[in-house]
């Protein structure tokens, strides 16, 4: 249906130019994290616990230190003390203190001349460890009798009586599920887990660290959002955020596990020890799996009430999510109000513990939690709809969230897509290709809240009537053409004058990181209001010459024209002519806006997806695999079909084969690319997309965020494919080829 | 670290008996210089074998069988045309270590060496019969490939010796090999489990065969029973399930990270039988 308050006909947004990074990237020319050097760099090294869980009885590194060439040695006695809270958190992971809390946690680092040498350096520094209990797994973290691995981890919110290691408690709900239970013709009730996974970037945590005596220090880092790392940096290192200066290098993916420190304040605490010679920094793969954010892995109870005809009466879970050593950083907020999301059920209740275990501080991961709560619900909803011999995506549009509904979580639906993300599926030539035997079809659907959040954005008119647009949220995902659509359809120039550009911490009011979907939406959005700040400005320039008022002048393409035949009859004056006079007329004309950015829209996803399962191997193939999701409005379609297709190979990946390993000695097993096995190319068919546009009436050409929804249906919906091939139900990600071979081997027995 | 670069293969072996701490040799170096590079193994002598004439050459041999040279990559076994038709699963074993730049370097003297259970070329080797000759102080003597490796990462060899040449004998008529390996993924990944199944036909009918499961014992199994399962037999449906059973009772693996030792044992017998039809069509000329 036609909206009165969706603009079309757009110039530039909407078309794909070519992506403004794209000729450094290909030719290698594109700045990462660890190509930066400075004169006089050092090189360090990080010694790791080899231990889950171990007191650090004695670090002993005059050996290190005899070393020629070895300038620096930090442990913890070099760090501040009397922190608290998630401060305290911080620097406990970036060095440990009394104890080393999982395989991998920092216990000290080394500067040196070399890198070679800080490793050698780093193998002859001596720790002293006295081993103690550990306990990796959700589940047994809380069963009686785990040992609590840190005492008080318990916040207000955990009943009495629960184990030690539980650390926050969440319930909520609505309506009355026992009655909605009675009123069900089946109820159904399951426990499903997926383990933990990395974020799986490519480029390696990496930074250039330097601080005189003075405490004055400048950091050049991979991150999707250098003002955290300031901020964070400055909290463990003891030091004032304006005294750090930090700037963010091109990045190599990062997905949400860049938006927090992990080893950068090391660079800096080195290079002050060493006399302010700046210190480099760069993670190897193994250090990246073992010691950076992982996500969490999770444990989950479902029950589900269903009418025959596929109305959900009903809806109950229980979640139990691990996210490493310390606290607050397991998903439970998130993964709980994401489970019933694309529903409308009247009664719901909603419960959550968070625990901790001996393994890496979890990061945040594509859609935090999302992906965990849809495998449980989706994969359960699929095991009813198969039961009662439905079909899969009509039972979603009986029991869709639509607009104005009241969300599983509180809120009031404004305008959203999930039924359009429904019926293109249906209606999509993948969802009515035959099957052959061994292969099974599984759907989904997913979501994710988006987010809007702190952002300041600076836009400058050049002397030749270009445009250079300041932002400060790292470009993950094609942000910076995005925001350079934007701009340029606002100010009615070609997209090629308009430059953007990540800028560093003292160039901007505070923004947050490249997370929750927002930088093209909250970015975006800034920009465009910065770029009428500066029409304005042109305005009353144009105006001030042909000596009317500046109401009397209005901007488009490109240039300032009288209002109307009664202001007067001036030839247009365009942006550079008064960009080419601004010297005279004023001075430089720049746009500024901040803000928090309010208004975002929620994306809806549907998947659809045929796999092939050898059922003699229990191999799994990807045949095809749909995503449908809603993007608002697609400023650069490509960047828009690139996020669906990247979120659904992370989604497989977690569904198929990717997990932490841990050994009985509580050490991760497969710390390499060879045995953490994302998907590579040749596992995945070509994705096939469809971007609905049902566009955000909170943004000003509609955007949505599309970063994230994407990772959330594979979980289930590969799974239930596999279902469908193989008869047998995989309610433990992932899906590897034991776990379904044995499972279709017991279903035959 | 000391760097040689011998030009015979008797002064390798003497820099090699010479040396008293950690030795490695290099040839494609696809293991070595990535253990390096990991802080795996840190050598105190480096021993490129490269300079030395001919350990880049495939020679036929006037009985029809194959020479290769030590330091030949995976990608130039795969181009040779004539190697190819004679031991096709030899080279597909061959040809699954690493990505296209890893082919362009790794060897299969490097992938037996190595010493992994897991090797991809090592059950395709054993199952043709092939040899190694291992040059010492002492001089050269031929060894069955199988008899090399002794455990994960370790070999049989003395001190001194080096794997001086790889010999495959004559294929002559009416035989076929295959190598199939499972992994979960398409590329890039480890056999969980490898069989490598070469026979040779009178008619319709088997009347030599050798099979070689990899990855389900600390070294490759070269399996008389699995053999013998389908020697005399047409590989028919009886044929096929006595050598799914005898595989799987041959193999002894274990659980880890990569598969579970229930699943290898399934999969060992899956992969025979997969590996024995493929095999047997490209013994009868059906496949190539």
Same mark, same amino acid.
């Given at each position: 249906?036609?909206?009165?308050?969706?603009?079309?006909?757009?110039?530039?947004?909407?078309?794909?130019?070519?992506?403004?990074?794209?000729?450094?990237?290909?030719?290698?020319?594109?700045?990462?994290?660890?190509?930066?050097?400075?004169?006089?760099?050092?090189?360090?090294?990080?010694?790791?616990?080899?231990?889950?869980?171990?007191?650090?009885?004695?670090?002993?590194?005059?050996?290190?230190?005899?070393?020629?060439?070895?300038?620096?040695?930090?442990?913890?006695?070099?760090?501040?003390?009397?922190?608290?809270?998630?401060?305290?958190?911080?620097?406990?992971?970036?060095?440990?203190?009394?104890?080393? @809390?999982?395989?991998?946690?920092?216990?000290?680092?080394?500067?040196?001349?070399?890198?070679?040498?800080?490793?050698?350096?780093?193998?002859?520094?001596?720790?002293?460890?006295?081993?103690?209990?550990?306990?990796?797994?959700?589940?047994?973290?809380?069963?009686?009798?785990?040992?609590?691995?840190?005492?008080?981890?318990?916040?207000?919110? &955990?009943?009495?009586?629960?184990?030690?290691?539980?650390?926050?408690?969440?319930?909520?709900?609505?309506?009355?599920?026992?009655?909605?239970?009675?009123?069900?013709?089946?109820?159904?009730?399951?426990?499903?887990?997926?383990?933990?996974?990395?974020?799986?970037?490519?480029?390696?945590?990496?930074?250039?660290?330097?601080?005189?005596?003075?405490?004055?220090?400048?950091?050049?880092?991979?991150?999707?959002?250098?003002?955290?790392?300031?901020?964070?940096?400055?909290?463990?290192?003891?030091?004032?955020?304006?005294?750090?200066?930090?700037?963010?290098?091109?990045?190599?993916?990062?997905?949400?596990?860049?938006?927090?420190?992990?080893?950068?304040?090391?660079?800096?605490?080195?290079?002050?020890?060493?006399?302010? *010679?700046?210190?480099?920094?760069?993670?190897?793969?193994?250090?990246?799996?073992?010691?950076?954010?992982?996500?969490?892995?999770?444990?989950?109870?479902?029950?589900?009430?269903?009418?025959?005809?596929?109305?959900?009466?009903?809806?109950?879970?229980?979640?139990?999510?691990?996210?490493?050593?310390?606290?607050?950083?397991?998903?439970?907020?998130?993964?709980?109000?994401?489970?019933?999301?694309?529903?409308?059920?009247?009664?719901?209740?909603?419960?959550?513990?968070?625990?901790?275990?001996?393994?890496?501080?979890?990061?945040?991961?594509?859609?935090?939690?999302?992906?965990?709560?849809?495998?449980?619900?989706?994969?359960?909803?699929?095991?009813?709809?198969?039961?009662?011999?439905?079909?899969?995506?009509?039972?979603?549009?009986?029991?869709?969230?639509?607009?104005?509904?009241?969300?599983?979580?509180?809120?009031?639906?404004?305008?959203?897509?999930?039924?359009?993300?429904?019926?293109?599926?249906?209606?999509?030539?993948?969802?009515?290709?035959?099957?052959?035997?061994?292969?099974? *079809?599984?759907?989904?659907?997913?979501?994710?809240?988006?987010?809007?959040?702190?952002?300041?954005?600076?836009?400058?008119?050049?002397?030749?009537?270009?445009?250079?647009?300041?932002?400060?949220?790292?470009?993950?995902?094609?942000? *910076?053409?995005?925001?350079?659509? /934007?701009?340029?359809?606002?100010?009615?120039?070609?997209?090629?004058?308009?430059?953007?550009?990540?800028?560093?911490?003292?160039?901007?009011?505070?923004?947050?990181?490249?997370?929750?979907?927002?930088?093209?939406?909250?970015?975006?959005?800034?920009?465009?209001?910065?770029?009428?700040?500066?029409?304005?400005? /042109?305005?009353?320039?144009?105006?001030?010459?042909?000596?009317?008022?500046?109401?009397?002048?209005?901007?488009?393409?490109?240039?300032?024209?009288?209002?109307?035949?009664?202001?007067?009859?001036?030839?247009?004056?365009?942006?550079?002519?008064?960009?080419?006079?601004?010297?005279?007329?004023?001075?430089?004309?720049?746009?500024?806006?901040?803000?928090?950015?309010?208004?975002?829209?929620?994306?809806?996803?549907?998947?659809?997806?045929?796999?092939? &399962?050898?059922?003699?191997?229990?191999?799994?193939?990807?045949?095809?695999?749909?995503?449908?999701?809603?993007?608002?409005?697609?400023?650069?379609?490509?960047?828009?079909?690139?996020?669906?297709?990247?979120?659904?190979?992370?989604?497989?990946?977690?569904? @198929?084969?990717?997990?932490?390993?841990?050994?009985?000695?509580?050490?991760?097993?497969?710390?390499?690319?060879?045995?953490?096995?994302?998907?590579?190319?040749?596992?995945?068919? /070509?994705?096939?997309?469809?971007?609905?546009?049902?566009?955000?009436?909170?943004?000003?050409?509609?955007?949505?965020? &599309?970063?994230?929804?994407?990772?959330?249906?594979?979980?289930?919906?590969?799974?239930?494919?596999?279902?469908?091939?193989?008869?047998?139900?995989? *309610?433990?990600?992932?899906?590897?080829?034991?776990?379904?071979?044995?499972?279709?081997?017991?279903?035959?027995? | 670290?000391?760097?040689?670069?011998?030009?015979?293969?008797?002064?390798?072996?003497?820099?090699?008996?010479?040396?008293?701490?950690?030795?490695?040799?290099?040839?494609?170096?696809?293991?070595?210089?990535?253990?390096?590079?990991?802080?795996?193994?840190?050598?105190?002598?480096?021993?490129?074998?490269?300079?030395?004439?001919?350990?880049?050459?495939?020679?036929?041999?006037?009985?029809?069988?194959?020479?290769?040279?030590?330091?030949?990559?995976?990608?130039?076994?795969?181009?040779?045309?004539?190697?190819?038709?004679?031991?096709?699963?030899?080279?597909?074993?061959?040809?699954?270590?690493?990505?296209?730049?890893?082919?362009?370097?790794?060897?299969?003297?490097?992938?037996?060496?190595?010493?992994?259970?897991?090797?991809?070329?090592?059950?395709?080797?054993?199952?043709?019969?092939?040899?190694?000759?291992?040059?010492?102080?002492?001089?050269?003597?031929?060894?069955?490939?199988?008899?090399?490796?002794?455990?994960?990462?370790?070999?049989?060899?003395?001190?001194?010796?080096?794997?001086?040449?790889?010999?495959?004998?004559?294929?002559?008529?009416?035989?076929?090999?295959?190598?199939?390996?499972?992994?979960?993924?398409?590329?890039?990944?480890?056999?969980?489990?490898?069989?490598?199944?070469?026979?040779?036909?009178?008619?319709?009918?088997?009347?030599?065969?050798?099979?070689?499961?990899?990855?389900?014992?600390?070294?490759?199994?070269?399996?008389?029973?699995?053999?013998?399962?389908?020697?005399?037999?047409?590989?028919?449906?009886?044929?096929?399930?006595?050598?799914?059973?005898?595989?799987?009772?041959?193999?002894?693996?274990?659980?880890?990270?990569?598969?579970?030792?229930?699943?290898?044992?399934?999969?060992?017998?899956?992969?025979?039988?997969?590996?024995?039809?493929?095999?047997?069509?490209?013994?009868?000329?059906?496949?190539?």
């Amino acid at each position: 249906m036609a909206r009165d308050d969706v603009k079309t006909g757009y110039k530039l947004i909407g078309t794909r130019p070519n992506r403004p990074d794209g000729l450094d990237k290909v030719t290698g020319r594109a700045r990462y994290g660890a190509d930066f050097s400075l004169p006089g760099m050092l090189h360090a090294a990080v010694v790791r616990s080899p231990h889950a869980h171990a007191r650090i009885v004695k670090i002993d590194a005059s050996k290190a230190l005899a070393l020629d060439g070895v300038k620096a040695v930090v442990t913890r006695a070099d760090l501040p003390t009397g922190l608290t809270g998630e401060d305290l958190n911080l620097q406990d992971n970036t060095l440990a203190g009394e104890r080393a @809390l999982y395989d991998g946690h920092a216990v000290a680092a080394v500067a040196a001349t070399s890198a070679l040498l800080a490793q050698d350096a780093a193998r002859l520094i001596e720790v002293t460890y006295e081993v103690l209990p550990h306990v990796t797994d959700v589940d047994a973290a809380m069963a009686p009798g785990a040992p609590v691995i840190r005492e008080g981890v318990a916040d207000f919110s &955990v009943p009495e009586g629960m184990h030690g290691n539980v650390a926050r408690y969440m319930e909520f709900g609505h309506g009355d599920v026992e009655a909605g239970f009675a009123a069900a013709d089946i109820v159904r009730e399951h426990t499903y887990k997926t383990e933990a996974t990395h974020q799986g970037y490519i480029e390696p945590h990496a930074c250039v660290g330097q601080m005189g005596e003075d405490g004055r220090g400048e950091m050049w880092v991979c991150t999707q959002g250098h003002w955290y790392i300031r901020r964070m940096s400055a909290a463990v290192l003891g030091i004032d955020a304006a005294n750090l200066r930090v700037t963010p290098s091109e990045i190599g993916g990062g997905f949400g596990g860049k938006t927090t420190i992990f080893m950068e304040p090391l660079s800096l605490a080195l290079s002050r020890k060493a006399g302010g *010679r700046p210190v480099k920094l760069v993670m190897s793969r193994s250090e990246v799996l073992r010691a950076t954010g992982p996500t969490a892995s999770a444990s989950m109870d479902v029950k589900l009430g269903m009418k025959s005809d596929g109305t959900i009466t009903a809806g109950q879970v229980y979640f139990r999510m691990q996210g490493g050593a310390f606290p607050g950083m397991s998903p439970i907020g998130e993964a709980l109000p994401c489970a019933f999301a694309c529903y409308d059920i009247p009664a719901l209740k909603h419960e959550a513990v968070e625990v901790i275990a001996n393994r890496p501080k979890a990061a945040a991961y594509r859609a935090p939690g999302s992906p965990m709560a849809a495998f449980a619900v989706e994969s359960l909803v699929d095991e009813m709809c198969r039961e009662l011999k439905l079909d899969p995506i009509a039972v979603r549009l009986k029991n869709g969230a639509t607009n104005g509904s009241k969300s599983s979580y509180g809120p009031v639906y404004n305008v959203i897509g999930l039924k359009e993300t429904l019926e293109a599926a249906k209606d999509h030539l993948n969802y009515t290709v035959p099957l052959g035997p061994n292969q099974g *079809r599984g759907v989904a659907s997913g979501f994710w809240f988006n987010h809007g959040g702190e952002t300041s954005v600076t836009l400058a008119v050049g002397e030749d009537g270009t445009a250079t647009v300041m932002i400060g949220t790292p470009d993950i995902g094609g942000s *910076r053409a995005s925001i350079g659509l /934007m701009v340029a359809e606002t100010l009615g120039i070609p997209y090629e004058n308009v430059r953007v550009n990540v800028v560093e911490t003292g160039a901007l009011g505070v923004n947050e990181p490249t997370h929750g979907s927002r930088a093209t939406f909250a970015s975006g959005k800034a920009a465009v209001e910065a770029a009428r700040h500066a029409m304005t400005e /042109m305005c009353r320039r144009a105006a001030a010459d042909w000596g009317i008022d500046p109401e009397a002048v209005e901007w488009k393409d490109g240039a300032a024209h009288p209002a109307g035949p009664n202001a007067g009859k001036f030839p247009p004056m365009t942006i550079g002519e008064i960009g080419s006079k601004m010297g005279s007329t004023g001075g430089p004309i720049s746009g500024h806006h901040e803000v928090t950015a309010e208004g975002v829209g929620a994306s809806f996803g549907t998947h659809v997806v045929d796999v092939e &399962v050898d059922p003699e191997t229990g191999r799994t193939t990807i045949l095809r695999y749909l995503v449908v999701q809603d993007a608002g409005t697609a400023i650069h379609p490509a960047y828009v079909e690139g996020q669906y297709q990247g979120g659904a190979a992370q989604g497989i990946g977690w569904a @198929l084969n990717e997990e932490y390993v841990y050994g009985a000695d509580g050490r991760l097993q497969n710390p390499i690319f060879l045995d953490y096995r994302v998907p590579v190319a040749s596992d995945l068919p /070509m994705i096939d997309t469809v971007i609905i546009e049902v566009p955000n009436p909170g943004h000003p050409y509609g955007v949505r965020g &599309v970063g994230e929804t994407g990772i959330t249906p594979p979980l289930p919906a590969v799974a239930s494919a596999i279902a469908g091939a193989t008869g047998a139900r995989i *309610r433990s990600l992932p899906c590897s080829p034991p776990k379904v071979l044995a499972a279709i081997m017991a279903a035959r027995a | 670290m000391r760097y040689h670069t011998p030009t015979s293969f008797a002064d390798a072996a003497v820099i090699a008996a010479a040396a008293t701490g950690t030795l490695r040799f290099l040839a494609g170096g696809t293991d070595v210089l990535v253990q390096m590079r990991a802080g795996v193994v840190q050598p105190d002598d480096l021993i490129d074998l490269k300079h030395i004439p001919g350990v880049d050459e495939i020679e036929q041999t006037p009985d029809g069988g194959w020479k290769i040279g030590i330091a030949v990559p995976g990608i130039v076994l795969g181009a040779h045309d004539a190697l190819v038709r004679d031991w096709p699963g030899v080279v597909e074993g061959m040809n699954l270590v690493g990505s296209t730049q890893v082919q362009g370097r790794a060897t299969l003297a490097g992938n037996l060496c190595n010493g992994s259970p897991a090797a991809d070329s090592v059950p395709g080797l054993i199952a043709a019969g092939a040899t190694v000759t291992v040059t010492g102080p002492n001089g050269s003597r031929e060894v069955p490939v199988e008899q090399v490796p002794a455990g994960p990462g370790r070999t049989n060899l003395a001190k001194g010796e080096v794997v001086s040449r790889i010999t495959l004998p004559p294929r002559g008529k009416n035989g076929g090999d295959c190598y199939l390996r499972f992994i979960p993924r398409t590329e890039m990944d480890i056999a969980v489990v490898g069989c490598a199944v070469s026979l040779r036909l009178d008619g319709d009918r088997i009347v030599e065969a050798r099979v070689a499961l990899g990855a389900v014992a600390p070294t490759v199994i070269l399996s008389d029973a699995a053999a013998k399962a389908i020697i005399g037999t047409t590989l028919d449906d009886a044929a096929l399930a006595a050598l799914t059973k005898a595989a799987q009772a041959e193999a002894k693996p274990i659980s880890d990270k990569r598969g579970t030792k229930e699943f290898r044992i399934e999969v060992a017998g899956v992969l025979a039988r997969r590996a024995a039809k493929i095999a047997y069509d490209r013994a009868k000329g059906l496949t190539k």
